[in-house]
């Protein structure tokens, strides 16, 4: 069943000067549990698409239709941590925005997720990795249905990025969410999706899509050693435009 | 325990400390006693430069004749006044042009034009608009502190982080949740630091006021001292000043150490 429907979206922005064409065309529908990732070179106007469908942004024209009354949890490129709260607060604000008292289902997610000692420690006082959990649950706090995640692991270094992408792929998984992820990283995108979206350069339109069909699929690390992962890579490598 | 290293590295820490505080006694001493020295054997004139001996007898003849206190606590309670409305009126016409971007825009050039003006100027048009009492004392030291406040605080404000406006706006919060939750929280230790030069700001508004108006007050009894040329109670007056400038700049200094302990 599909949970989003993206019709010709089209994005033009505006300055002074000059007006520039950054999305056009875009289509394609996203199905219920599905890992979608979108690839393409710096600068296409990957996030501008994401702003779009989590309505941060205005499109300038087409649809982008939900088929459902479902939840979005964004997660950014940083963590965007509030320095003044502590760990359990930070993860409880968009539960504050909405004035819901209930945190239970947040104490059980840290818990579930191996930061119950952290959570009256202050976003300073963490790592890289560990503050990129916290967001992650942060996220999750509000039970949305659709992820959206802009280069999430990109601020982090390439060790913690590994075990980081594997932490939140399980826990995407365990709690059976549909998720959209922008990444430059090629390998990021093979290892985590199912479809992975090809977008040439400005302005962007869909150059291809390719369904990621590994043997054994299991978490992101182990699916970098599987024998079909080096021929997406080249695939999805010839495809993006190079300057 | 610690090593011996580890030991010789803290005592060099606290002997140097110890130096540093030492020197800052001794360099008061020095200046006192020098003074003293040159005045009593008239190197310099004492009626223009006065002593330090004389400054005691004067301030001890203020204390006993109940004038000092009276003479303090009406300097203070300008300041204080002008200090607390100044941060009030500075906050809220901050808020509102964080809020409000258009009238932020509006406003922007009057604000210059207003902070680049010396505010002494206006100190005639004060005295008719508002007589010559406590009203435009502080009004003066108003002046003075609210634009600058306004400034700094409106540039703490725009100056958030854009990707923590976005993660609010993508928990759906709205403008009033953002400015509640994001913009103030973050922007403690700079309104702190507003307050910090508020406080100076008002004690020069302060002052000037005094200069221009007032029946008492420290600002007068320098005024005063300075019109019947008896420059011991100028001097004294300045003394007192002193104290009390670096009296509320630590009160300050402790109001913040008890929010950051806070936070």
Redesign the interface.
């Known amino acids: 069943m599909n949970i989003l429907e993206i019709k010709n979206l089209k994005k033009i922005y505006h300055t002074p000067k000059i007006e520039t064409l950054a999305v056009k065309n875009f289509s394609f529908n996203l199905k219920e549990g599905e890992f979608v990732a979108i690839v393409g070179p710096s600068g296409c106007g990957k996030s501008t698409i994401l702003n779009m469908i989590?309505s941060?942004d205005n499109k300038s024209d087409g649809d982008i239709k939900f088929n459902k009354d479902i939840k979005?949890?964004?997660m950014?490129?940083?963590d965007?941590l509030?320095n003044?709260k502590t760990v359990l607060d930070n993860c409880l604000?968009?539960l504050?925005?909405?004035k819901i008292k209930d945190k239970n289902y947040v104490l059980n997610l840290l818990e579930k997720y191996g930061l119950k000692g952290f959570i009256n420690s202050y976003p300073t006082s963490l790592s890289g990795g560990m503050k990129q959990r916290v967001a992650l649950i942060r996220t999750l706090a509000?039970k949305p249905d659709l992820l959206l995640m802009d280069e999430p692991f990109s601020a982090l270094d390439y060790q913690t990025r590994l075990s980081i992408s594997d932490y939140v792929y399980r826990i995407i998984k365990e709690e059976h969410k549909t998720a959209i992820m922008v990444t430059h990283d090629i390998a990021e995108a093979i290892s985590m999706a199912d479809r992975v979206i090809i977008l040439s350069s400005r302005p962007s339109t869909i150059k291809r899509i390719v369904d990621i069909n590994l043997t054994d699929k299991k978490t992101p690390i182990d699916n970098r050693k599987t024998k079909e992962f080096p021929y997406y890579y080249e695939l999805i490598w010839k495809e993006i435009d190079h300057v | 325990m610690y090593s011996e290293e580890h030991k010789r590295y803290l005592n060099k820490i606290k002997r140097y400390n110890f130096l540093i505080r030492i020197s800052q006694i001794l360099l008061f001493i020095v200046f006192i006693v020098v003074w003293q020295i040159l005045s009593d054997k008239k190197i310099i004139n004492p009626f223009i430069f006065s002593s330090p001996k004389k400054i005691i007898t004067c301030i001890i003849n203020l204390h006993k004749t109940n004038n000092l206190y009276k003479h303090i606590y009406i300097t203070t309670l300008e300041t204080c006044i002008s200090f607390i409305l100044g941060t009030i009126i500075g906050l809220i016409i901050a808020s509102i042009m964080w809020w409000n971007k258009y009238i932020a825009k509006v406003i922007d050039p009057y604000l210059t034009i207003i902070n680049s003006l010396p505010k002494i100027a206006l100190g005639p048009i004060i005295i008719i608009w508002a007589g010559s009492g406590m009203k435009a004392i502080i009004i003066m030291a108003l002046l003075i502190s609210v634009i600058v406040s306004i400034i700094n605080i409106y540039q703490g404000f725009t100056s958030v982080d854009d990707i923590k406006i976005k993660l609010m706006k993508s928990l759906k919060a709205n403008k009033l949740q953002i400015f509640k939750k994001l913009i103030i929280p973050s922007n403690t230790s700079i309104i702190i630091n507003t307050l910090k030069i508020n406080v100076s700001m008002c004690l020069i508004g302060v002052i000037m006021g005094e200069f221009l108006v007032s029946k008492a007050g420290i600002g007068y009894l320098i005024m005063y001292g300075s019109q019947t040329f008896n420059l011991d109670l100028v001097i004294s007056g300045i003394f007192i000043l002193c104290i009390l400038a670096t009296i509320m700049y630590y009160l300050i200094i402790s109001i913040e150490k008890r929010l950051s302990l806070k936070n």
Request: hydrophobic content about 45%; cysteine-free.
């Open positions: 989590g941060l979005i949890g964004y950014l490129q940083q965007a509030f003044w604000l968009g504050e925005i909405k509000t």
